[in-house]
Nanobody
Framework: QVQLVESGGVLVRPGGSLRLSCAASGSDFSMYTMSWYRQAPGKQRDLVAQITRSGSTNYADSVQGRFTISRDNAKNTVYLEMNSLKPEDTAVYCC?????????WGQGTQVTVSS
């Protein structure tokens, strides 16, 4: 059974940094594109960053240059390094993978950016 478990979300001050982790189990995730999404209160869920199996990355314009997605296939873990955090980055951050026409989501981790 595929499971995605996020961790690392906390309250952080504007300008601060944070690293989120997504631990995956139940499949060989090295074969798939892994993604981070986020959803702020009252807003739709948006793509933040993606990393393909070859290591190519893609970012939302709003986080380009501040966030970095990476993966450790040996650990089946995907990371999201977040720098220069802004209040508008406040959201629940979720890990996502699509395997054989099935979407899998983690439960999410709350990131709050506030002074």
């Amino acid at each position: 059974q595929v499971q995605l478990v996020e961790s690392g979300g906390v309250l952080v001050r504007p300008g601060g940094s944070l690293r989120l982790s997504c631990a995956a189990s139940g499949s060989d995730f090295s074969m798939y594109t892994m993604s981070w999404y986020r959803q702020a209160p009252g807003k739709q869920r948006d793509l933040v960053a993606q990393i393909t199996r070859s290591g190519s990355t893609n970012y939302a314009d709003s986080v380009q240059g501040r966030f970095t997605i990476s993966r450790d296939n040996a650990k089946n873990t995907v990371y999201l390094e977040m720098n220069s955090l802004k209040p508008e980055d406040t959201a629940v951050y979720c890990c996502y993978v699509r395997i054989v026409n099935t979407n899998y989501w983690g439960q999410g981790t709350q990131v709050t950016v506030s002074s």
